[in-house]
Every structure is written in structure tokens, then in C-alpha cells.
């Protein structure tokens, strides 16, 4: 809407009908304004603009317009030569983009914005009260102390110029420290009575200084007697709870539906005017406008018809010049442009009245008065398809992605949900945000693996355009030497033969429905014995589409919509902390279930295990449970199992072809810092081999005849004790001592682990159980292509077992320590 009317109704009529206010003067000011009320001891009714971008969603070509011809109108007023001496100040939080605008049509001329964020290190150049605010203290930190010292004319902005008194306050203080001879006072709107217009002409005088005054529109309010009572009775009457916030919408609402998205903020240039904002910044912002809203106009939903961009707080220009560029770009969209607030205001869904709908949520920037509630107006119900959020990396916290953090709230009412964070500016360390940024969501399919979105999101960083592949003797060689950890580089990716991706096939189809039966069983029992809405988290790669059909099953079974990501676990080096980071900020800990394929020895078991101890002790979060649920058990390492058949698992048989196309996870110091998750990469150029919509959709295809038969092993595992005996780890354990190789990292369990060495790793050989039949058949066909021999052992724990060489030079692969052509 361009005018504050609804439905041809003022949005002033319900709270001057009831308090008896009336608004006088200009003709524009029903056009400009609307009226709320709010819990505030000193005045009760808000004047509510509907051209500032704060509490009502407008258009960004009004919202900036109007600062700009505001701008226009000052340079007109002072001059070329007085305005490129001249400095804007807006105020928080409500001006600080009026400000900013203002100073965008000024063109000439530096502006600063007050700020209710103290910044450790950095003493104010000033500071003043805002009488009838709901937040008074106001600190002024430039970066640079000679911007408030010079002898120019000094420009106050605000939205609404009404008693004076916050004028009065900042010119009061700055003019003693620094006198000026010229002030310019600009408002949206100059809502003054005659005795406070005389209190600023008297105030003048004394300090001997000239104070303009440019509006756009002015007016009075007419107040009766007893107003303030009237409208604390009012707001006592329609919010008997001022305190009390929506449930918790619950851990799972935003995830899925809230996208993050990168703009590429250019290094060094501040995030808005808190500590100054130059012409030089204007002109390096300009440059850059057009491809970061390009960028968002990327993210959106395709056919979004609505689209909001709120801002957050203090936070208002960056996002308005978003908001403004993204609708030049996209003309067609209904783009809209409004700010979250630390301001109380009354809520009622009345065409006469301003504030219609009201989301509550906590503080999420660590405020220096301490928490409280924050507000999103006239945001729920408006019809947008989708919002984009825009913060700084100071506010990115785990208040912001609580169950009743903003985002999840703004999931509650719009159905796509974008995420931008703009670095917070540090004066002296213009690179460095306050604190290290929260971490990004989860990728996605298609941009990262050929699963669908909503199947799983990667809890790690794209490493595609990153060379990590290395000839798998060289690696063998590095490794067994201490030389490098294996998760330090990748293998190159084995590609299929023919013959071998016809067994694959064969391996499917035969093997499809006992896969769905264990698929069944083990999700089954997560769903019984660990949470009734468990979290599945997938160690990438191996538990991806285990994870991937668990969730089908849930879906299938009971209709349940459960998240699922993917995370990183390194043999030696523990889990992803800052995916359980992630994981903990975002759902309750004891709600997740760690997926994987199968255990071998249990190695990754006990890695788990060991590893979330030390983050427990390390970030004091609780809550997370160690036990694995697996597909297969062969080495009876776990509890919560779907077979502990040693049997080919077709996914076992390739690599990232079978896995969403996404590589082996990598940990290596120069490309993963401290905050930084593991990566990996895509490799999108083997989509013509990609074969991982198959292997999830025959064994899903096969969920249905699999239901009486996981009905009756789920009731008889609940009933049994499943206990680990580790009989796994024991047979590895006499398998080193016998083949003399000493080290049980290199024998490698079970039917997938085998497979792995044979795709990965350097063979040294394997050893097959006597009789073992198709299961093997690609484990013999990859061993015949590699050189290595296959030894049948009678009494075998395991289906199969590869080993490694246990003294490897650079290229020998075979027993006898000779290279063989792959």
C-alpha cells in the first residue's frame, strides 16, 4: 500500500475514535502516518510512518525516495560548498536509514548514526537521551573522532520531529564539545506544538547558532486529558500479556525452508553509519549493488509474486539499497521493504489501525541492556511468498535460529525463508567481523549433490573448485608414513567398467528388498527406543543414503517429515565440531540419531563416542547420544541395527556415483579454519554415471511388501538383548597378529569396508570366506582388475575381509610387493 489507509479507512481512525486524539495540519499527513498504541509510561499512542521502512512494509523506491528528496532539499538549502563540510547524523533505530538516504541525496557529505551497541575499545564521541523512547540511551561512535569536530554544518535526522527534546539533547551536548554555527533539522514529519516550536527558536538564540528545519510534511496532535490513562487501559485491555511469546514452533520448523545466501559483501566496506559511512563508501557500495541483489534474485523462489526484505533494528540501510536495487531488478515482484524493533507496540487486526499483526521474538545480538524481546509488524499475514532476512554477523547468533528465534517465526506465516548476513564493522579491524560468523546452513541439492533439498542438507564446506586428488599409491605411501592423514586428500574416483556396473545392477535387484526389510527395521526401532521425531544425522558419505531411506520410511510408514543432515567424522580426528555446533543450535541434542551404513570393526564407533565426550566437556553441551543406528551390524558393534548380516550393501559398491556424486569428506588446516566445517567435493561432471536416484528408488519401491516382515523382526529385536559383544573387533585383532601386519587400522571388515579398500586404498589381498557366493561377485571382479589375490578362509568372522599392505613402497600393490597395472 502507498497510503496509510486500509480498505479506504485511515490507519489513525481506531485510536483517535477511542483516545480522542485528532491530527492536524497538512493534508499529506493521513498519507504519511497512521497510529498505534504502545506499553509506554511516557506517551502511549505512536505516530507510525508509513514511508520509513520500520514498523509498515512499503515499497523501497518510497521508503528511499523520500529520503533522498529530503537529501536534495539540504544541499539545496546549504550549498555545494557548505555541504562537503557538512556531517548527517541520524538517530536510532528508527532513522538511522532515514538518515543515511538523506545523506545519499545530500551526495556531498559523511554521515554517522547513533547506536545502542557499545564496541569494546572504542570511546564515544558523544551520547544523549531520547525522552519518549522505549530504549533512551543513544552513544555516537565514529571510527574517525574529527568527524563530529569539524566546524561544518551539522545535519539531525529523524523520523518524526515531535517535542524537540531529542534535538535539544544532541545539540546540547555535541555544541559544547564543538560548536557549529550551522544545524539542520530534517523530519519526516514536523509534529510540533506552537510552545515546543518556540522552545527550539529560544535554544537557538542561546548558543548563538542558526537551526534550520526541513520537513516533508507538519502537524499537530490534539490530546484530550487523561490520554496516557486511556490508552494504558486500552493496551491493558487488548494485551493482558505483554511478556508472553508464541510457543516455541519446535526445533524442526525453520530447517528446510530457511536459505542462506551469500552476497559477497565487499571486504572493508561498513555494513551502514554506525561508525561513519563516507562518499568513497557510497561509491564502492554502488558498484557492488547490482550483482548482490542479482544474487538474491537468484536465491528467491521461482514465481515468488511478494517478496519481503526486513532489515534488523539499527541495521536498516544496507538492507533498504538491497530492497531498492532487487525491485529495480525484478519489476514484475511486489517488493517491500520493513525493519524488526526493540519498540512494544500494540497489535489489532483492524483496518484502522496501524499495526495489524505482531511477531515476537528473543533478542538475537547480545544487547549491552541485557535480553528482551524484539517485534516484526505487519509482517504475518501480508501475503509474501518469501522473506529475506538480512542481519549483521554480530546478530547471527543462536538466539536468531531458536525455536523462537526470528527465523523460525518468519517460517511460522511465509513459505521460503532467506538468511543474509553482512559482516559487522570493527573499526581498526575493517576485515574482521565482532565475532567469528555463525555458520551456514546446510548445503543443498541440486547446488551441492544430486539429491533432491529436502532429502538432506550437508552440513559441510564446498571444496569442488579445489584440486584434492591424488594417485592412490602416493597416498598409501604418505599415509602409512605419517606423512599426511588420509582425510587429507582424495582418491581419484574409481570409474565403473562396464562389467561392473552390470553387477551393481544385479547386485540391486537382488538385494533391494532385504535392503528395505533392514531400512524398515532400523528406523523402526530409532522411532520406538530413541525419539518418536528423531534428528537423523548422516556420517558422510557411507550413512547418506541409509539416512536418505530412513527418512523415506518414515515418510512412507508414518508420514513423518524428519530432518536429515550430513556431517563429517575423520578416523583420528573426531567429528565435525562445528556441526554439532550447528546441530545444537538448531534442534535438541538428544533428539539427533547418528546414521551410518555398517560397521566394520567399530572404529567410527568408538571414535564417536570418544568424540562427543570432548565436546561435551569442551562447549558444555549435553544431550548428544553416541550409539550409531546402522544398516548392517556385521561386527555387533551396536544396539540399534536393521541385520547383523555381513551382505553387499549395493552402495558400497562406488563411490560419490552412489552417494549424491559428493566425495569423501576432506580435514586439511589450509583449506578448513577453525570455524569452518569439513568439506568435500561435488563432482558434477559424473552425472551421466550418477546412479543415486536408483539404488534410494528401488529399495523404496520395495517398502511396502517389507512391512509385515519388519513388523515381526522389530518386535522380536525390542524383546532381545542386542548388547555389543565386539566379536568384530576381535577377529580383526587376530587377523593382524596372523597376517603379520600389526595394526588393526589396516584390516578392513565386512563386505562395504572390503569394497572400499579395493575402490581406495592400495590391496595387499583378501580373504573370502569359503562359500561365500554373490555377494563377493564384485569383490572378486574388482580384485581380478587390481592384481590382488583372494585367499578363502574356512573359518572367517566376516563375509570377507580386505587387508592393506602392511610395509608399502611407492607402487607395490600385491603380495609380493610388485606394482600391478589398474
Known sequence: MNKAVNDGVWSGSWVAQRLGLELMGDDRLTDLLGLALRRNPKRAHLLVSNVLGKHVPQSPSVVYGHGLALGRRVRALLGDDAAHRAVVLGYAETATGLGHSVADGLALAPCLHSTRRPVAGLTPAGGFEESHSHATSHLLLPEDPALLAGSGPLVLVDDEFSTGNTVLNTIRDLHARHPREHYVVVALVDMRSAADAGRLEAFAGEIGARIDLVTTASGTVQLPEGVL?????????????????????????????????DLRWPTGLPDGGRHGFTPEHRTRLEAALPAMAARLADALPAGARRVLVLGSEELMYAPLRLAHELERLLPGVGIRFSTTTRSPVLAVDDPGYAIRTRLVFPAHDDPADGPGDRYAYNVAGAGFDAVVAVVDSAADTPALHAPDGLLARLAEHIPHVLLTVLPSYVPGAATAPERPAMLPEPLRGPAFSSYPPDEVGWLLQDLSDVTLEAPTEEREEAIQRGGAHYAESLPVEYQPSEDYQRLFHSALDDSAARIATAVGVVTETVLAERSPRPVLVSLARAGTPVGILMRRWAQHRHGLDLPHYAVSIVRGRGIDANALRWLAAHHDPSDVVFVDGWTGKGAITRELAAALQEFEKAEGVTGFDPEIAVLADPGSCVRTYGTREDFLIPSACLNSTVSGLISRTVLRADLVGPHDYHGAKFYRELAGADVSAAFLDAVSARFAEAGDTVDAQVKELLAADRTPTWEGWAAVERISEEYGIHDVNLVKPGVGETTRVLLRRVPWKILARAGAGADLDHVRLLAEQRGVPVEEVAELFYTCVGLIHPRFTRGATG????????
Open 229 to 261: 490513562e486511556k490508552g494504558q487501559a486500552l493496551v491493558a485491555e487488548y494485551d493482558p500479556e505483554p511478556g508472553a511469546r508464541p510457543a516455541p514452533a519446535g526445533p524442526r520448523t525453520p530447517d528446510g525452508r530457511v536459505t542462506r545466501v
Open 815 to 822: 603380495a609380493d610387493g610388485k606394482a600391478v597395472a589398474v
